[in-house]
């Protein structure tokens, strides 16, 4: 199993930058090939934010918010991180991480939450105007 926990959410104005943090604790035996953020705003369907592998420099990120926000890695630390700058109160919503173990993601797919194994239980972010 694989223990994920997010992090860094919270209230902020319109124009204002958070950074979340997703932490994992794995099981020994498995690899975590690569971490996505998805969000969940209210009366939407989830939403693809952002994915990179653990490994190179490979990232993704969802048409809307390329440019705005930045996903990174600490491998020392075991964390990916959301940087989410010029906030939009569209961009209320619970963010989510998950990890894909089984080698699922690809160039094709990373934005399909099917393929990952784990998620985290989202934290919170609310952006008012």
């Known amino acids: 199993q694989v223990q994920l926990v997010e992090s860094g959410g919270g209230l902020v104005q319109a124009g204002e930058s958070l950074r979340l943090s997703c932490s994992a604790s794995e099981d020994p035996f498995l690899f975590i090939y690569a971490m996505v953020w998805f969000r969940h705003a209210p009366g939407k369907e989830l939403e693809f934010v952002a994915a990179?592998?653990?490994?190179?420099?490979?990232?993704h990120y969802a048409d809307s918010l390329k440019g705005r926000f930045t996903i990174s890695r600490d491998n020392a630390k075991n964390t990916v991180y959301l940087q989410m700058n010029s906030l939009k109160p569209e961009d209320t919503a619970v963010y989510y991480c998950?990890?894909?173990?089984?080698?699922?993601?690809?160039?094709?797919?990373?934005?399909?939450?099917?393929?990952?194994?784990?998620w985290g239980p989202g934290t919170q972010v609310t952006v008012s105007s």
């Open positions: 998950a990890a894909d173990v089984t080698f699922s993601a690809a160039d094709f797919n990373y934005g399909e939450s099917s393929i990952y194994d784990y």
């Open positions: 990179m592998r653990l490994s190179g420099v490979s990232t």
